[in-house]
């Protein structure tokens, strides 16, 4: 996400013994493993609904002889149970890491399968550290009939991106104090390196030696982003939504923790695959989803983020995932991600994760459609039949004369 990279390594839901099982799961495509995981020590299933293999339903009952049948997956176990199985309404999707594949692209099957999310009424909301410019040429390629809703820089503005050159609108942003900023300017060049400075419409930096020339070409690649070349980025600091630092893959780790010292509470710094970021502490996806959520109508009718899943790799993504309904980690994603996850897909981003995901939504989501419509027609119908029955005129009752 952003080419975020991992500053630490925590125990995964799969190494966890005994973790708890996820209790909410979308619809599992015919590819992905099935849940609940098995415990590697023990070869049971443990889940929020109890161990299956100890005093389950025979039905779901599961003993080393008969190992050789499936599993039943939480879904199964809800739906038996005559629980709804969770169709989200929305999709909030990473980039890079994510989306993208390793080459920084757009599948075919990716752009197809956004394309019929769209079709069918699923909101697909973009969240990425990249700055809007460089989000575009994917917005360019979808090529949908209207305006995406993008969190951008990660998290520090909210736009709508439409294809054909129509101008970006900016739903809120929030800039760097210029205190921050300058100070985030100085610790990047007393650092040795060239900062970069992101702003609503444009990107400038610094670079003072032929090794940050190096490094900021490396990052423009990667980032798919340009900057306009100065010999300060100071004039530009008012309109700052954050500071990069390229500084190389090796180092990128270890420069954040020496840049959070530097800025202490000032900024929120954030190791990256081959830069650090510097932005508003309270700014993240996470808090950007949120502040959309509040103020967006469409979001409400459907259900909050809470019928949203969200779908990311890196420690960038965690935030965002923390918020939605059912947050997904693609397969390579870091292990900070596969903690907070509660399903991880069996593929990568080069295996068209995403859209494998996205593909079974639509399928749940066309069902659900399909479902409803017909239960539409059945309470049509039986209420034309009330109708027909209350409104016929009765047979008048003969009556007996009765003699004088």
Do not use: W
Not at 107 to 133: D, H, K, L
């Amino acid at each position: 996400a952003s080419l975020v990279a991992d500053a630490a390594t925590p125990p995964t839901l799969d190494t966890m013994t005994g973790a708890p099982e996820p209790l909410i799961v979308v619809q599992a495509s015919a590819h992905d493993a099935a849940l609940p995981r098995p415990d590697t020590n023990t070869g049971s299933s443990s889940s929020s609904l109890g161990n299956v293999d100890e005093g389950g339903p025979d039905k779901v009952h599961q003993t080393k002889e008969d190992s050789a049948k499936k599993k039943p997956t939480i879904e199964e176990l809800l739906v038996a149970m005559g629980a709804e199985p969770f169709v989200a309404t929305g999709a909030a999707l990473d980039l890079d890491g994510t989306t993208l594949d390793s080459s920084g692209r757009l599948s075919e099957r990716t752009v197809a399968a956004i394309r019929r999310a769209y079709a069918v009424g699923i909101r697909v909301i973009i969240a990425t550290g990249r700055p809007a410019r460089a989000v575009q040429q994917f917005i360019d390629r979808l090529a949908l009939p209207g305006p995406l809703t993008c969190v951008c820089f990660n998290g520090a503005a909210v736009l709508e991106l439409a294809p054909g050159g129509i101008a970006p609108r900016v739903l809120m942003s929030t800039p760097m104090d210029e205190d921050a900023a300058t100070l985030a300017v100085e610790c990047v060049e007393e650092m040795g390196f060239a900062p970069s400075l992101c702003s609503p419409d444009k990107t400038y930096a610094s670079p003072r030696t032929d090794e940050q020339e190096a490094l900021l070409r490396e990052f423009e690649r990667k980032a798919g982003t340009t900057h306009a070349r100065c010999s300060t980025v100071r004039p530009y600091i008012k309109d700052a939504l954050k500071i990069v630092m390229p500084c190389g893959a090796a180092g990128a780790v270890g420069y954040a923790e020496v840049a959070k010292r530097r800025m202490q509470y000032f900024a929120h710094v954030l190791p990256a695959e081959m830069h650090v970021e510097f932005l508003d502490p309270k700014v993240n996806k996470g808090a950007a989803l949120q502040r959309l959520a509040a103020t967006d109508d469409d979001i409400r009718e459907r259900g909050g983020l809470a019928k949203f899943i969200a779908i990311g790799d890196a420690l960038n993504d965690v935030q965002m995932l923390r918020l939605v309904g059912l947050p997904i980690a693609i397969a390579n994603a870091s292990p900070a991600v596969h903690e907070v996850a509660l399903r991880v897909l069996p593929f990568t981003n080069d295996e068209d994760g995403v859209a494998r995901e996205l593909e079974t939504l639509v399928a749940a989501t066309e069902a659900k459609h399909a479902a409803a419509k017909m239960k539409q027609q059945q309470s049509s119908t039986t209420t034309e039949t009330i109708t027909s029955t209350t409104t016929t005129t009765p047979t008048p009752m003969a009556t007996e004369t009765v003699p004088n």
